[in-house]
């Protein structure tokens, strides 16, 4: 849907089922009563999530046909798309299978083009689409030693992609733009390693392979390239990396990096008292969010500033008696609408300043929620699924609506 701040949507990855069918059924179910009670009189636009074998079905005429009927019928459309989990994402083991297959594999390159066909037939005319994915790999299944050879082989594969959308746009007018989500562990995490390899490997890269490849000059290049890598802004991973919003938003102006989509979503956190019992509660509440679905990354802010970094919630535990410990930040995509978890709370106020800023000077023109962890949520923090979803987006569009 249309907003002041840009369009606004949720995630379809909150939705359970990995076949095209199972998905297409979560939508008939779920879109029509959410737009009925968001705004009935205007399209609704959707954030759709397909897994690879979801891609496989409707990349097909007759299902891609079917869905864009049901668009139209239903007054909805697609313009993003989440091409992050490839996998299953619910009822399974995913941690840090998230990323696989990587960006060094010839799967996500043919798999996350297929997605793009997909949204250049969804996209209405005259509205540019984005696809969000993985932040290249996850750090710890390369030795450091070997991050320039990976940058360097991720990077190749990801101007495979540019060039294809560079021939969408030629032949279609259509402008798609890939999204880069940077994430804790992934081997971009925060934003001064996503600007790092902007600057020294994918416009220097990116310069020569559209040269080459495209007959562009370098101007015509570097051109594309900032129109088609975008950065998925998730409010929630830059938070659990204690980053400024602010100063983020400013270097990504400077360095004239365009924004695909904000992710607008919550961590949770909590300051470590220095009393020992106090703390041990703390860390008591976080053990009730301790679950065996989704990594929990923990950032953990030490008393001379520097930061610790958890691969997963666990490991904090193991840890929780460190004295030297100030604050915790974990990635669980918590609800928006919630700030207070009795000891914890969640880092909403991180929400309320990015859009405080998209409010004021926009940078991207799309939104999107995306809280997926309903189903593994402590049992006192379960709704139904329709009535979570849009207690999310009034919060949003409340707070869109005042700033």
Known sequence: MQTSA????????????????????????????????????????IGLRLSHQASLTLQQPDALRAFQDWLRQEDCYVFTMNGFPYGGFHHT????????????????????????????????????????????????????????????????????????????????????????????????????????????????MGKTYLQAHAGMDAAAAETAIRDHLQ?????????VGYEDHATVVRQLREKKIKTGKIQISAALKADMPADKDKRAAVIQAFRQFNESTYLHQVVARQD??????????????????????????????????????????????????????QGATPFTGHLEVETYTWEVLPEALKAPLSESILREMEWVISFINKA
């Open 304 to 357: 001379d500033g520097t930061l610790r970094r958890y691969p997963d919630l666990p490991e904090a535990l193991a840890d929780a008696g460190n004295a030297g410990t100030r604050a915790w930040r974990s990635h669980f995509h918590v609800p928006l609408f919630i700030q207070d978890y009795g000891l914890l709370r969640s880092t909403q106020e991180d929400i309320r300043q990015v859009l405080t800023i």
């Open 6 to 45: 840009g369009h606004l949507t949720y995630c379809t990855n909150i939705h359970a089922g990995e076949s095209w069918e199972d998905h297409f059924a979560a939508l008939r179910q779920n879109i029509p009563g959410i737009k009925k009670r968001i705004r009935a009189d205007a399209p609704f636009g």
């Open 93 to 204: 083991h995913v941690k840090d299978q998230v990323h696989a297959p990587d960006w060094t594999t010839p799967e996500r390159l043919a798999y996350t083009i297929r997605l793009f066909d997909i949204l250049k037939e969804l996209v209405p005319a005259g509205m540019e689409g984005g696809i969000s994915t993985s932040p290249l790999s996850y750090k710890y299944w390369h030795p450091a030693t070997q991050y320039p050879e990976v940058f360097k082989k991720t990077t190749g594969q990801i101007l495979d992609v540019v060039r294809h959308l560079v021939g969408i746009r030629r032949d279609t007018g259509k402008l798609l733009h890939l999204d880069i989500e940077p994430e804790p562990d992934g081997l971009l995490e925060s934003g001064p390693e996503f600007f790092d390899w902007y600057d020294q490997y994918l416009l220097p």
């Open 231 to 239: 950065l998925c802004y998730d409010v929630c991973h830059f938070a």
